[in-house]
Nanobody, 124 residues
Framework: QVQLVESGGGLVQEGGSLSLSCAASGRTFNSYPVGWFRQAPGKAREFVAA????????YYGDFVKGRFTISRDNAKNTAYLQMNSLKPEDTAVYYC?????????????????WGQGTQVTVSS
């Protein structure tokens, strides 16, 4: 079993940066791909980024366009999402997730464990 806790959300002005963290419990986290998703009010949950368990492969949603960077430190059981050049449309609850089954990491249906989410609000 893996438990995930996100932190680092908050209010930031347009063009600013935030760094999200996802702290995991459970020794198996290090062997799972990890992903970040977001959900804005009234919208479906959207893929943001994912990383293989080794950290050797990364994937990003089309809207990211070089602004976000996913990383992980398996020694600390923690994943990160560095977000730069934030826009008001990035406002959402951001979730981290871990995939025990692998597969299409851009799809939320391939993730088995989810955090509770952290709110990111970008003001214009």
């Amino acid at each position: 079993q893996v438990q995930l806790v996100e932190s680092g959300g908050g209010l930031v002005q347009e063009g600013g940066s935030l760094s999200l963290s996802c702290a995991a419990s459970g020794r198996t986290f290090n062997s799972y791909p990890v992903g970040w998703f977001r959900q804005a009010p009234g919208k479906a949950r959207e893929f943001v980024a994912a990383m293989s368990w080794t950290g050797g492969s990364t994937y990003y949603g089309d809207f990211v366009k070089g602004r976000f960077t996913i990383s992980r430190d398996n020694a600390k059981n923690t994943a990160y999402l560095q977000m730069n050049s934030l826009k008001p449309e990035d406002t959402a609850v951001y979730y981290c997730a871990a995939s025990a089954r692998g597969g299409q990491l851009f799809s939320m249906y391939f993730y088995d464990y989810w955090g509770q989410g952290t709110q990111v609000t970008v003001s214009s």
